[in-house]
């Protein structure tokens, strides 16, 4: 009889366990369940008046507007370099890129100095890593530009570009420079209103029509997005769709230009669209970012491809803004910058205080309740209590900025610029286009900035690539031509 009733018990307890397991286990589903998704769109040398939410005025930009109602736009959003791969290690480490070595786009190319030698190591994690180890499924789609290529550290992995591509396939179906498909023998055909085959999928397109599918394959898990466009990133290849759509602009150039920013638009409205009907809106984080400033054709060298009778000029608009990709005046990195979360944010927010897109790392982490991995430096910030109102200074004492002979440094209004041995100091709240060098006005100012600045400079190893150096520099013809905003 006593052993009757141990039996009955411990079936009772076993019973009981399960159950409670179960109950648990359901919990933790429940709890994951409740995360947010998230999507990142960083999108390759928007300017930042390029967006009509920014006071864009070429071309109407609709569904990055609709973004920015629906949630945060930030005025003084920034990268932490003004080129592509240097931003881009930013942005998915959470780090200054210049603690890898990385100052230029060439500290990340092979080097056979430097064989073997990994550009992140290994035990720092990017932010993808971190959501996959909390349970997240995560992609990406688009341009990498980091070690590794075409591998990446994420999930699943579609159309993924290094540093270049061809927005349109060939005769067999493959994008030159997309998945590891090779640039063409003769280099890659600069401009293009295409497809030349009717049917052919332009690559913007094709990455926005990815993301699409991989959302609707996962919507019943929390997933992680990084949607990489690399439009409109030369070569300047265009739908002939949308030339309709442009006709009003004079510049070839621009008119190419404008369509390509004009696809990446309509893919964000695609998103948006599928999240609302899929009722998954409410608790998606949709970022949306440029990974640095608008090219300038002098800067890139590219008299030799320039469409004919196109007047040479920046091929994004500025906005208020001086300078353009390749330099740390404001308009190289001071970029478009949107967080929206319908859920969690107020809409049509304006944040005026300076952000850094290092700070989309933590401030991710903190929203979907991921850890932050061990052996990972970040110096960005969690700005969600900002943007909920609950801290009302700035969420950075200072952001920093240097490359080989240039540098920047920012602290509430004040900026510090250092180009080729020239200083200067800015009060960008009365003068944001940098006009006024105020440098000898204020010296306790630049004192205090300046010995930042050299503090964050010494504290950093040495670039990656010395013999790379210097930055290759247009002929002395190109540099006469004048630097001009599109018209």
Not at 15 to 38: C, Q
Not at 182 to 211: F, I, S, V
Not at 225 to 241: E, S
Request: hydrophobic content about 35%; charged content about 25%.
């Amino acid at each position: 009889m006593m052993n009757k009733a141990k039996n009955i018990f411990r079936s009772l307890f076993i019973i009981g366990g399960i159950l409670l397991s179960s109950s648990l286990s359901a919990k933790k589903k429940t709890e994951v369940a409740k995360r947010p998704n998230v999507i990142i769109i960083n999108v390759d040398d928007v300017g930042y008046g390029d967006p009509s939410c920014y006071g864009g005025t070429l071309f109407q930009t609709p569904n990055i507007d609709r973004l920015a109602r629906e949630g945060v736009k930030f005025t003084d959003g920034y990268v932490s370099a003004p080129v592509c791969s240097p931003s881009r290690h930013g942005l998915l480490t959470g780090t200054y890129q210049q603690r890898f070595g990385i100052q230029w786009n060439h500290d990340t190319w092979n080097m056979k100095h430097r064989e073997g030698e990994r550009v992140v190591p290994v035990k720092h994690k990017h932010i993808d890593q971190a959501f996959a180890d909390a349970g997240y499924v995560t992609a990406m789609a688009g341009k990498i530009n980091m070690e590794d290529f075409p591998k990446t550290t994420f999930n699943q992995q579609f159309s993924v570009t290094s540093s270049g591509s061809h927005y349109f396939p060939d005769e067999k179906g493959k994008y030159a420079g997309v998945d590891g498909a090779p640039k063409p023998k003769g280099g890659w055909t600069m401009t293009q209103w295409g497809p030349e085959r009717e049917g052919e999928e332009y690559l913007t397109d094709r990455c926005g029509r990815q993301c699409i599918e991989f959302m609707d394959e996962h919507k019943e898990t929390p997933f992680f997005f990084y949607l990489a466009f690399n439009a409109p990133h030369t070569p300047l290849h265009a739908k002939k769709v949308d030339k309709p759509r442009v006709a009003h602009i004079q510049s070839e150039a621009a008119k190419l230009y404008a369509a390509m920013v004009l696809a990446i638009d309509d893919n964000v409205g695609r998103i948006l669209d599928y999240l609302d009907k899929s009722k998954l809106r409410e608790n998606t984080i949709v970022v949306f970012l440029s990974d640095n400033g608008p090219a300038n054709p002098v800067h890139l060298s590219i008299p030799k491809w320039w469409p004919k009778d196109s007047p040479y000029h920046v091929l994004g608009q500025r906005g208020p803004l001086s300078g353009f990709k390749g330099n740390f005046w404001e308009a190289g990195i001071r970029i478009p910058y949107i967080i929206s979360w319908p859920s969690q944010l107020e809409s049509g927010v304006e944040y005026q205080k300076p952000v850094s897109t290092l700070d989309i790392y933590p401030t991710m982490c903190a929203a979907a309740d991921v850890k932050l991995p061990e052996n990972t430096t970040l110096d960005g910030v969690n700005l969600m209590p900002y943007l909920k109102g609950n801290y009302t200074e700035d969420p950075h004492k200072a952001l920093f900025w240097y490359a080989n002979r240039m540098g920047a440094a920012r602290m509430g209004k004040w900026k510090f610029l250092v180009e080729d041995g020239v200083h200067y100091l800015f009060d960008l709240e009365n003068d944001i286009a940098e006009k006024n060098n105020v440098m000898k006005e204020n010296p306790e100012v630049m004192t205090e900035i300046f010995e930042a600045f050299i503090d964050f400079r010494n504290e950093m190893p040495a670039y990656r690539n010395p013999f790379r150096r210097p930055i290759d520099i247009p002929s002395p013809d190109v540099l006469k031509l004048p630097v001009i905003d599109p018209k």
